[in-house]
């Protein structure tokens, strides 16, 4: 089996039309403008250049919709990165950060042709949820000066220590500027409530347009990139990035390896989760072994051109999609009006002000932490579920984010075999055997078989732990099907975990979006308690979970059949109805 198969091979393949090619262009371009003020927020907060940025977002753009295994993925720096690679650029030096790109692409090539990116499937949810509230939580501190207009002397050096952080910015809270503050609180204000207008065009273009003109008419004293930085690339030759090849430090290859596999697996991670939710958009199916290849490419070129690492961006894919972009040409479009904007406009970036860019970062990690299911999730989850959650949390935030997914990883499988462990019966069966003698020891009394399906009902009989290893297999099953009525079966789930919750709280959504009942028929104290306390049985409701199949076969049928004496009914009054005006 072809394990590389890029989407733009197979968009040719179908046939591509001139008016997919219009609504690409539209989509490219509102997108590649709107790539702008977060490639050079991304790289600053980084603490790397703000060309870095911006030949990130370029080139490996470029290269990911090239090669995606998605159809709509834009691929740039993304916010899940900052707190990575400004911890690298400052232990391992910029030098050490290319090299680590570099390493951490090759891994994901390997990942993507061996046929891996099916295994990060395998990573519990409530490990990804802790992990990105916590970097979501870094980058929101890590904007504090920005946002307050902090000043100190040149020399002082920011404590890279979380709460050691928090002290030096709170010695340092008698220094606000408070038209700095003004500023970074109308970026925010304008970003979150412009999609009231529109939803179009992201927040974040808004902000930066807006606060720019309002420091540049009122002369406002709020730093801005060109009084910080100096310069941002306008001239053809710091459009095209130089080539040049990294220079290796053997004595530090160990620490950086360790970069590039945090690196790999959070590409990985991120990239495949925007895939998935690109897909549920626009209901396509990405290749998640060609996506991780596609990744690791761009991330093995761009360092060469002195970038950072890159991903799958969510926030740009969801823009793309709702602006027309159907195939890779949108994600291509993007890179090369990027390209332009900067060539043509970069000098007008210089006088972007830095708390305006921050205000866009804070609602970057606002959206990133998830903050409503965080809560939810730490209030109705299992208890082994709040604990993977908050190790994983306050390892990112308060000790090292390298560390963090894997010690999560750990605890959740560690709880996961205590589960299984608490799942293993010794009481003897014989006395079950003997009752079934008399008639056969081999038939199941409630065998789907031996009863009546109604026409427009679906049956799905889930065996086993319903837990976050078996939710794919569940999701693959039920795709794209449409039904009046979905029976779930689930006298032989055991066990539930907060994936498998989702799960079902993902089915009902999609269900009331095509008028399906969901039937619950069996389901045993366990995955009963947990759903209970999650809401899930609230939003199923009581008269929709049944003892047995023998009794939820008859409750289908009786809705199926009213759907039909309505349609009847219908189709009746609109014969009369023509009957009538013809009279």
Not at 478 to 487: D, E, S
Not at 498 to 508: A, C, F, K, R, Y
Not at 544 to 572: M, Q, R, S
Request: charge should be neutral.
């Amino acid at each position: 089996m072809m394990v590389f198969r890029p989407q733009m091979l197979l968009v040719f393949r179908e046939g591509y039309t001139l008016r997919q090619f219009f609504n690409d262009l539209i989509a490219g371009v509102i997108v590649g403008v709107v790539a702008l003020p977060l490639a050079i927020a991304f790289g600053l907060a980084s603490g790397v250049s703000v060309e870095q940025g911006i030949y990130t977002a370029i080139i490996a753009g470029f290269i990911v919709s090239l090669f995606s295994g998605s159809r709509v993925q834009i691929g740039g720096p993304t916010g899940a990165f900052i707190v990575v690679v400004y911890g690298i650029v400052q232990t391992q030096g910029i030098q050490g950060l290319w090299v680590a790109t570099i390493l951490a692409g090759i891994l994901l090539v390997i990942m993507g042709l061996s046929g891996m990116g099916n295994l990060i499937k395998y990573i519990p949810y409530p490990v990804t949820l802790g992990f990105t509230a916590g970097i979501a939580v870094i980058i929101a501190t890590s904007q504090i000066p920005e946002l307050f207009g902090f000043c100190w002397a040149a020399d002082a050096n920011i404590p890279s220590e979380f709460i050691a952080k928090l002290v030096f910015f709170y010695k340092h809270s008698g220094t606000i500027n408070i038209w700095a503050t003004a500023i970074a609180a109308l970026s925010i204000f304008i970003i979150l409530f412009s999609p009231r207008i529109t939803k179009r065009v992201p927040g974040s273009l808004f902000a930066v347009l807006i606060c720019t003109l309002v420091v540049m008419l009122f002369r406002l004293p709020v730093d801005t990139i060109g009084q910080t930085l100096g310069h941002v690339p306008t001239e053809l030759r710091l459009g095209i990035p130089q080539f040049s090849v990294p220079e290796i430090d053997w004595s530090k290859i160990s620490p950086i390896f360790s970069a590039a596999v945090t690196i790999a697996m959070l590409g990985a991670i991120e990239s495949l989760l925007s895939a998935v939710v690109a897909d549920g958009m626009i209901g396509t199916k990405h290749n998640s072994n060609t996506e991780l290849a596609a990744q690791g490419l761009a991330n093995i070129v761009v360092p060469f051109f002195g970038g950072i690492p890159a991903t799958g961006a969510i926030a740009r894919t969801a823009t793309n999609i709702r602006n027309g972009g159907r195939t890779p040409i949108a994600g291509l479009i993007h890179a090369i009006t990027l390209f332009v904007v900067v060539l043509f406009f970069g000098k007008y970036a210089a006088k972007i002000p830095l708390a305006a860019l921050a205000g866009i970062l804070v609602t970057v990690a606002i959206d990133m932490s998830q903050y409503r299911l965080f809560s939810k999730v730490v209030f109705r989850a299992p208890k082994s579920d709040i604990a993977v959650m908050l190790l994983t949390f306050f390892l990112t935030v308060f000790l090292d984010l390298t560390i963090a997914i894997p010690l999560g990883l750990i605890l959740a499988s560690f709880l996961f075999m205590r589960r299984m462990e608490g799942m293993f019966d010794t009481d003897s069966v014989d006395h079950r055997l003997h009752k079934l003698c008399d008639d056969d020891p081999d038939e199941d009394p409630f065998a789907l078989r031996l009863f009546e399906v109604p026409d427009d009902v679906h049956v799905y009989e889930i065996h086993g732990p319903f837990f976050f290893g078996a939710a794919s297999k569940f999701q693959a099953a039920i795709a794209g099907i449409r039904c009046r009525v979905i029976i779930l079966r689930m006298r032989n789930v055991p066990i539930m975990d907060l994936t498998g919750v989702n799960v079902l709280e993902e089915l009902l959504e999609r269900a009331a979006k095509n008028d399906t009942t969901i039937f619950l028929t069996a389901v045993r104290p366990q995955p009963m308690n947990v759903m209970k306390k999650y809401g899930i049985l609230e939003k199923i409701g009581s008269k929709n979970v049944f003892n047995t199949i023998v009794e939820a076969l008859p409750a289908a049928a009786e809705i199926v059949e009213h759907d039909l004496t309505v349609a009847k009914t219908l189709l009746a009054i609109e014969k009369n109805k023509i009957t009538t005006t013809k009279t």
